[in-house]
């Protein structure tokens, strides 16, 4: 039971164009997100987050936004750099169960020249 | 300041052997948390650790056990290795168990043959 959903596995944008990665979940109990990006051979790395009581979070080039009705969420990244290629992770979790964060499968994005 | 360090960071064992694996977290933070990373799948929740005793656990088998020491490190410990525990093995620290913000290390790469 996927709790939490990345149904584009891969991403392909150019060099200064938006990057907008997407992420469902089922789980109603869900109410703080993240986004994690993660490098071969690295953990993954903290980018943002958003509480359930927000419905946008902007932190410089990254902007996250939760659709609660639609329990969704997106990552916006303006202007997509070629350093911004990785795997970018959608997680979820839940107050009272901080610790444990449920994480979707992932999606790869290419930033090309 | 040094981020989460674990080690080793590759491992290879074969089945039916027993591997141990060590985490230190940030300075200051006292919570440690155990993910599985299959290859093609997200992080997945196994333990967390805070001031010694277990505060939440995943659904892993009995084989798969932890411990945190009083300097806030902790090991994951995995006895009777199967092939399907063969995947990067991630920890993760916070400031406190309730905190929603997580920051990984670089991993430990087990393959069981």
């Known amino acids: 039971d996927q709790q939490v959903k990345q149904n584009s596995p891969s991403l392909s944008v150019q060099e200064g164009r938006i990057s907008i990665l997407n992420c469902d979940y089922t789980n109603s109990m869900f109410d703080y997100f993240l986004w994690y990006k993660k490098y071969p051979a690295e953990g993954p790395t903290f980018l943002i987050s958003i509480s359930s009581i927000k419905d946008k979070n902007e932190d410089g080039r990254f902007t996250v936004f939760l659709n609660k009705s639609a329990k969704h969420l997106s990552l916006h990244i303006v202007p997509s750099q070629p350093g911004d290629s990785a795997v970018y992770f959608c997680?979820?979790?839940?107050?009272?169960?901080?610790?444990?964060?449920?994480f979707g499968t992932g999606t790869r994005l290419q930033v090309t020249l | 300041d040094a981020g989460v360090t674990q080690s080793p960071t590759h491992l290879i064992k074969t089945r039916g052997q027993h591997v141990t694996l060590r985490c230190s977290p940030i300075s200051g933070h006292k919570s440690v948390s155990w993910y599985q990373q299959v290859l093609g799948q997200g992080p997945q929740f196994i333990f967390q650790?805070?001031?010694?005793?277990?505060?939440g656990r995943g659904n892993f088998p009995d084989r798969f056990s932890a411990r945190q020491f009083p300097n806030y490190s902790s090991e994951l410990n995995v006895n009777a290795l199967l092939l399907g525990d063969s995947a990067l093995y991630l920890c993760?620290?916070?400031?406190?168990?309730?905190?929603?913000?997580?920051?990984f290390g670089p991993g430990t790469r087990l393959l069981v043959l």
């Open positions: 993760a620290s916070s400031l406190r168990p309730d905190s929603e913000t997580q920051y």
């Open positions: 997680a979820a979790t839940s107050t009272g169960t901080a610790s444990k964060l449920t």
């Open positions: 650790y805070y001031e010694k005793e277990e505060r």
